[in-house]
């Protein structure tokens, strides 16, 4: 079978893609377009030596097309169309265990996969779901089913550079990847950081998802918050990480109530503020319960024993700040807070909840007052944690540091004081800023949170900024982390999990907790297609100047 595409479908088809073979890109099939499974779904990842597939999910395996790579390629997060030797080879996924080759290849199944052959069709299952009738299907009809999604909500491209329409399409394909159906406790579409080797779905990834996916499908946007919240325990905690059937002990940053703002901007939803009011208030007092441990005022993170892992709560897993393995006051976990009864303030008045709002807004004040009493230090211009049990401030000079900005913390002279930390060299100004830790800390490397640059904390610091009155440098940070993003992308064709804050190296080279060893785990190399990092790029090319705003402290009184 000859895979017969009209002129429309092949432009079409070229409009959202990749047009060069690269690896590391996941191939899945979306909850957008039918039900998902979380336990036997077929999960692909492309090769980087030779042109395959390796199968990661539910089951290894590898689907190989030839050692050569294409001559031209339309890439997919579902789909694709290869032109390797003078031949093509099509494939799709047609549901979430099957995936359809029209073309030469050779398959090496795993223990869970299952081929079936007809002339030069194979259809690749997970064992039970075998579909041998779909050797009969028209690859034309189902790759354009595959399309139809990203072809409709992709955004109009004609201001865009080719390098930024490559950047955007390739973001828009991914996020659409990121989607799992409903499934056992949660009833929402939800979004995972990578279909592997994530899997699950996380807290403030959510909240970042949502944010880029407004621009794109405010339904499902909603969807990944109140996902969220379908597992939130009775205690009011919502877990950090989330599956269908298993969550985690612990949380991860307070940054729901910022989803939700962000959303709400694009499409105004009364009924669903109204319904996740209560449940956000829950969290919020639950963490105001449980995480002020030594009642200093100050909220601390939760810390483990693992050396490459102090805080999976903080979502900073190796930062520098929790090498001394003690819970200290976390500027960055009680500037989410702070803005986050900021914004539950704002949603009170919203709601007609004049009382709520006041007591919101109060305690945001009065947890802007102590982030300023304990974690700025004067001499230095900069906030640190705060360790209670030395009472003193930590030396660890890090990115966690410039959050106050976005919850009004940081303001007048504090604000200017941190703006010079950020544009000195030797400190936060790098080549590519802002690192997660400060580059004159002898203990920055290129390692995670010990060095790198992340996409999310550019996207909140640019917030930051310009409540703080610095729009012009918000709008460079914009911009240079755009420019970092979409050269890597041009090189690579995704988006990586961090980036070097020098730009010596490129993400695939940087370490992961301890090293760079791929072939060892997939825990010590950067991720690819990550999913913040495609949705916070989006919302900075996308979003309008209006939507980095933050309703100041005087507009709530």
Known sequence: ????????????????????????????????????????????????????????????????????????????????????????????????????????CRVVPGDRLRVHRAGNRTVISVAGYERPELAEAPMASVQAERQKWTNTVVPRRAALTSVRNAAVEKAVCQIKSMVHSPEGKIRHAWSTPDRWPHRRMWLWDSAFHAIGMRHLDPGLARDFISAVFDCQEPSGAIPHMMAPRTVSDITQPPVLGLGIANVLEVQRDAPWLERLYEPLGTFLTWIETNRDRDGDGLVEWHIEADEHCRSGESGMDNSVRFDSARPVGAVDFNAYLSLEFLLMSRFARELGRTADAAMWLSKHEERNQTINALCWDEENGFYYDYDASRRARSPVE??????PLVCGAAEGPRAQRLRRALLDQNRFGTAFPIPSVSARDPAHTDDMWRGPTWINMNWLICRGLITAGFPDDAEELRRRTCAEVERHVERYGTFFEYYDSHRRKDPPDLKRKGKNAPDESPYHQVFFDYGWSAALYLDMVLASGDTWTVQTRGDDQ
Not at 398 to 403: H, K, P, T
């Open 398 to 403: 890090s990115v966690a540091g410039f959050l």
């Open 1 to 104: 079978m000859s895979v017969a595409l009209t002129v429309a479908q092949r432009n079409a088809r070229a409009a959202v893609c990749t047009r060069k073979w690269f690896g590391g890109h996941l191939v899945a099939f979306s909850g957008i377009d039918g039900e998902t499974s979380f336990d036997s779904g077929l999960v692909l990842r492309t090769g980087f030596r030779g042109t395959h597939l390796d199968v990661v999910l539910p089951c290894t395996g590898r689907v190989s097309f030839d050692e050569a790579a294409p001559e031209r390629c339309f890439l997919g997060s579902d789909w694709a169309v290869l032109h390797i030797g003078g031949s093509e080879v099509a494939l799709a996924m047609a549901d979430a265990h099957n995936i359809i080759v029209d073309g030469r």
